[in-house]
């Protein structure tokens, strides 16, 4: 938050655009909204009664895709401006703008909320032996809060995360060991090897537990480690779709089906290893350095929460995390001459491919977290960050009332040329103070961890999984794209629409 206020401070168009905005509406109060325009005469396509404008998305008749949620706001903001009203079911409000949505979240409650997991809600809500409530993800106002508070001290604070350096690259210098023993070949997908991966980190990390997902049995689909990777994809997949529809509310529709058995299985796992850590080890277990373990050091912890949050990791860490480092590993693969750079700046900080890395040298590798804000710019897991407006909110000159659903829409914003120079190509640089090719991007442009108290809790630690890995990849192989340019598929989040096609070349450095 520090950097973000003195990089706002330095960008004098943007302090006087956010002062201006927020003033008014702070100043306009009920008695000037008459002032402000109705929400109705916001740009959009043509909404109907009861239907709204979801006939757009209906095969045949509509043009759009909600597979493609990336292209159907493309084609919003080619039609239709920087602003852009929608009404698929609920009242939606596209914000294209980053001095918009700069806006739209200086004047966030200071309980945000999203509309989103209502189904998965709706499933942990009726199963109240098994939850106290709807989990991090779901839950909005005060309950989200009292479980946000409880455990983002033990996810966000450097120190914390920096404790888990040494057995992340543990984990990811087996990986490396697994890719050159049993030498895998371009024609297969990458991604489902990353998935694996990360799911053998965040065990280690967050339950002190190790998946061994690469061991021979563990191939099987019916092995833990398979069905807890297609659990977490079967629980984010259909999110979306659940909150758009209502049937699964009058039964129960084959995707509800899908969601609340993916559920029951991340469940299942996740209370085994809670009941095996309470009864068989001591709380105060020293060495285990886990969020778990800090976790059930914590005075007056409900298990119910602890478990919901376990969950909430399985769920919310292995596809968003094996996505990003698929776009990192496409765009250094695609530049050679960025790729070289990383090894130049990784060979400097290990001098030997089997150095230890630690918390240092992951500071130090500055080249590398470039490419990562770069990759993430160009390809975010979420086209945006959405909002439920909890008051009635003004935005140029709009009345945006209390209830509407806001999306940000970063991915396209960051794309565009009036926001960055020469948007489509990969280039670490813009990011990288001191360079000549250094652009003052403005600070809302790209959220691909959301924003303010309810932005993505595990930030630091998916950034460190993410730039350990490449460290040790680049280290160890000159990486070459093989497959076609990847376009995204929107299930929530943003998966490469084709397979990760990548050959791993030995370097002898
Ligand atoms: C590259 C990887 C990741 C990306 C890009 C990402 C992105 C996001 C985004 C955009 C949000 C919504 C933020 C907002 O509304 O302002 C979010 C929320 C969340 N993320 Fe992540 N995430 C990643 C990895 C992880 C990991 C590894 C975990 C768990 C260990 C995690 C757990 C969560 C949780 C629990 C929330 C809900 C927070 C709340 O509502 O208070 N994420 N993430």
């Given at each position: 938050m520090l950097k973000l206020s003195k990089k706002i401070a330095n960008n004098r168009k943007c302090v006087s655009f956010v002062s201006n905005s927020a003033c008014s509406v702070k100043s306009n109060g009920v008695n000037e909204k008459g002032n402000l325009k109705p929400f109705e005469e916001i740009p959009g396509p043509?909404?109907?009664?009861?239907?709204?404008?979801?006939?757009?998305?209906?095969?045949?008749?509509?043009?759009?895709?909600?597979?493609?949620?990336?292209?159907?706001?493309?084609?919003?903001?080619?039609?239709?401006?920087?602003?852009?009203?929608?009404?698929?079911?609920?009242?939606?409000?596209?914000?294209?703008?980053?001095?918009?949505?700069?806006?739209?979240?200086?004047?966030?409650?200071?309980?945000?909320?999203?509309?989103?997991?209502?189904?998965?809600?709706?499933?942990?809500?009726?199963?109240?032996?098994?939850?106290?409530?709807?989990?991090?993800?779901?839950?909005?106002?005060?309950?989200?809060?009292?479980?946000?508070?409880?455990?983002?001290?033990?996810?966000?604070?450097?120190?914390?995360?920096?404790?888990?350096?040494?057995?992340?690259?543990?984990?990811?210098?087996?990986?490396?060991?697994?890719?050159?023993?049993?030498?895998?070949?371009?024609?297969?997908?990458?991604?489902?090897?990353?998935?694996?991966?990360?799911?053998?980190?965040?065990?280690?990390?967050?339950?002190?537990?190790?998946?061994?997902?690469?061991?021979?049995?563990?191939?099987?689909?019916?092995?833990?480690?398979?069905?807890?990777?297609?659990?977490?994809?079967?629980?984010?997949?259909?999110i979306m779709r659940l909150d758009k529809g209502f049937l699964w509310r009058l039964f129960q529709t084959p995707l509800y089906k899908t969601l609340a058995d993916s559920q029951e299985y991340l469940e299942k796992v996740a209370q085994k290893i809670l009941l095996e850590r309470v009864h068989f080890f001591d709380h105060d277990d020293e060495n285990d350095s886990s969020l778990l373990g800090y976790f059930l050091k914590q005075d007056n912890l409900d298990l119910k929460d602890v478990l919901g949050m376990m969950v909430d990791i399985m769920m919310a860490a292995i596809d968003t995390t094996s996505y990003s480092t698929s776009f990192c590993l496409?765009?250094?693969?695609?530049?050679?001459?960025?790729?070289?750079?990383?090894?130049?700046?990784?060979?400097?900080?290990?001098?030997?491919?089997?150095?230890?890395?630690?918390?240092?040298?992951?500071?130090?590798?500055?080249?590398?977290?470039?490419?990562?804000?770069?990759?993430?710019?160009?390809?975010?897991?979420?086209?945006?960050?959405?909002?439920?407006?909890?008051?009635?909110?003004?935005?140029?000159?709009?009345?945006?009332?209390?209830?509407?659903?806001?999306?940000?829409?970063?991915?396209?914003?960051?794309?565009l040329p009036q926001y960055v120079k020469d948007p489509l190509n990969f280039k670490p640089e813009r990011w990288l103070r001191g360079s000549e090719n250094y652009e003052n991007i403005h600070p809302f442009l790209s959220l691909p961890f959301g924003f303010g108290p309810r932005s993505c809790i595990a930030r630091r630690l998916a950034e460190q999984n993410i730039c350990i890995t490449l460290i040790r990849l680049i280290r160890e192989f000159n990486i070459k794209w093989m497959g076609d340019e990847l376009g995204v598929r929107t299930l929530l989040i943003n998966k490469p629409d084709k397979p990760v096609s990548l050959s791993f070349i030995p370097r002898n450095e």
């Open positions: 043509k909404s109907y009664p009861v239907v709204g404008t979801l006939y757009k998305y209906a095969p045949f008749i509509g043009d759009y895709n909600a597979e493609a949620l990336d292209k159907t706001a493309w084609l919003n903001w080619r039609r239709y401006g920087s602003l852009v009203r929608e009404s698929p079911g609920v009242r939606v409000l596209h914000v294209y703008d980053p001095y918009d949505i700069e806006a739209v979240f200086r004047q966030d409650h200071r309980y945000p909320a999203r509309r989103s997991h209502v189904a998965m809600y709706h499933y942990r809500l009726n199963k109240p032996h098994v939850y106290n409530t709807g989990g991090l993800l779901s839950t909005n106002g005060p309950e989200w809060w009292r479980l946000r508070s409880t455990f983002q001290k033990n996810f966000t604070s450097p120190q914390s995360v920096k404790n888990h350096v040494e057995k992340t690259d543990n984990v990811i210098t087996e990986f490396v060991q697994w890719i050159k023993d049993s030498n895998i070949s371009h024609n297969e997908d990458f991604l489902p090897f990353l998935n694996r991966l990360n799911l053998e980190v965040i065990g280690t990390v967050a339950f002190n537990e190790r998946f061994r997902s690469f061991n021979p049995e563990e191939q099987d689909p019916n092995s833990r480690s398979s069905k807890c990777i297609k659990a977490a994809f079967g629980s984010n997949s259909g496409y765009h250094i693969s695609r530049n050679p001459e960025v790729q070289q750079k990383v090894f130049d700046e990784i060979s400097a900080l290990l001098p030997t491919k089997d150095t230890k890395i630690n918390s240092c040298i992951v500071s130090k590798a500055v080249y590398v977290k470039s490419c990562i804000k770069e990759s993430l710019r160009l390809n975010p897991v979420s086209i945006g960050v959405g909002r439920l407006t909890q008051k009635d909110i003004a935005l140029k000159g709009y009345l945006i009332p209390e209830g509407t659903v806001i999306v940000t829409q970063n991915m396209v914003a960051s794309r």
